[in-house]
């Protein structure tokens, strides 16, 4: 059964910092590419960032360019997300998403939110 499970959130004041882990097992996860994306109240889920399954490559949305890094690490088969800067717009629940060959896979959750 895979699972994804997302780890990290919690309240921050404006310019503060959180690292979100995203943790995967019952999958080949160096496979995978791995995406994070968010969704705030009364919005529709948007993309944040990905990371391909090598790690070579990466790829973020305008809105926090700069402030998040994406980093995985296939041996412990798990993806963090390093927010930096943050503000009170990147208040979301923040989802991590694996896709391969088709196949995607969401985690639960974790939310976060940032006060000004």
Request: proline share 2%; glycine share 12%.
């Amino acid at each position: 059964q895979v699972q994804l499970v997302e780890s990290g959130g919690g309240l921050v004041q404006a310019g503060g910092s959180l690292r979100l882990s995203c943790s995967a097992s019952g999958l080949t996860f160096s496979r995978y590419g791995i995406n994070w994306f968010r969704q705030a109240p009364g919005k529709e889920r948007e993309f944040v960032a990905s990371i391909t399954s090598s790690g070579l490559l990466t790829n973020y949305a305008d809105s926090v360019k700069g402030r998040f890094t994406i980093s995985r690490d296939n041996a412990k088969n798990s993806v963090l997300l390093q927010m930096n800067s943050l503000k009170p717009g990147d208040t979301a629940v923040y989802y991590c998403n694996a896709r391969f060959a088709g196949t995607a896979y969401w985690g639960q959750g974790t939310q976060v939110t940032v006060s000004s």
